[in-house]
């Protein structure tokens, strides 16, 4: 059975680990495009996350990550390309989404499966890469988007991925309905893809090697069941 090549388009320098796992270990050539992996200018000082995850300086910090992405995704044989276009927490200018699907083009052949946040968290960086994906996907280009943890499951899975039908579980998937029309998808059934042992092992080996940025993540989401080795990941084909 052939796989079709792939990308999967991460907003940030772990976004790729922490929610698509599955595409990333599996068959088939697979490339990461982290987006928001430009470093700020020197001397700017630390942002506020950057001071919350411990650093003192964000170029510096920025360095870091992208090493330590080199490291979680060499776990699985892979390459990333880093974009420089810089996170939203450098408070970033200019930044249209039009330039980022410009260089996306650049990347990119036709027919490549691309795998985008579904933005279910309502975090602005992975909501304009989600944008971006969408002209893609206007143009013919082949598109999945996937439940980007931890962002989407910050208070916990919809109902019907466990079968829990607490006000909260059921309040979660009302508000994933609700982020899915925004982009054409009602009533779609998605891929639920449960990592099993081994695969969760591994996820939880590469997702450790983003050591600055873990204990920041566990400070926030922590509590969530399955931080930070998600075992459910969450695909949607968009077109």
Excluded at 20 to 39: E, M, T
Excluded at 57 to 82: K, L
């Amino acid at each position: 059975m052939s796989h079709p090549p792939a990308v999967i388009l991460s907003p940030h320098l772990d976004d790729a680990v922490l929610s698509c796992w599955h595409v990333l270990s599996g068959p088939g050539d697979v490339r990461v495009i982290n987006v928001f992996a430009g470093s700020p200018p020197p001397g700017s000082g630390a942002s506020w996350w950057d001071r919350e995850s411990g650093a003192t300086d964000s170029a510096a910090r920025m360095e870091e990550r992208r090493a330590e992405d080199a490291e979680a995704i060499a776990v699985v044989g892979r390459s990333s390309i880093h974009l420089d276009f810089l996170d939203e927490q450098y408070e970033p200018v200019g930044q249209s989404v039009g330039r980022i699907v410009a260089r996306l083009r650049q990347l990119i052949a036709p027919g490549v499966v691309v795998y985008a946040p579904a933005a279910l968290g309502e975090h602005a960086d992975h909501e304009r890469v989600r944008r971006a994906a969408l002209e893609l996907a206007a143009s013919g280009q082949p598109v999945r988007l996937y439940a980007d943890h931890p962002h989407a499951v910050r208070r916990g899975w919809p109902a019907w991925v466990e079968g829990t039908n607490t006000d909260t579980a059921r309040e979660v998937a009302a508000h994933w309905d609700s982020r899915l029309r925004e982009v054409g998808l009602t009533r779609a059934r998605p891929l639920v893809h449960r990592l099993d042992a081994v695969e969760r092992e591994r996820k939880l080996h590469a997702v450790s090697a983003y050591r600055t940025q873990v204990p920041a993540l566990r400070a926030d989401f922590g509590e969530i069941d399955g931080f930070p080795a998600f075992p459910l990941e969450i695909i949607w084909t968009l077109s």
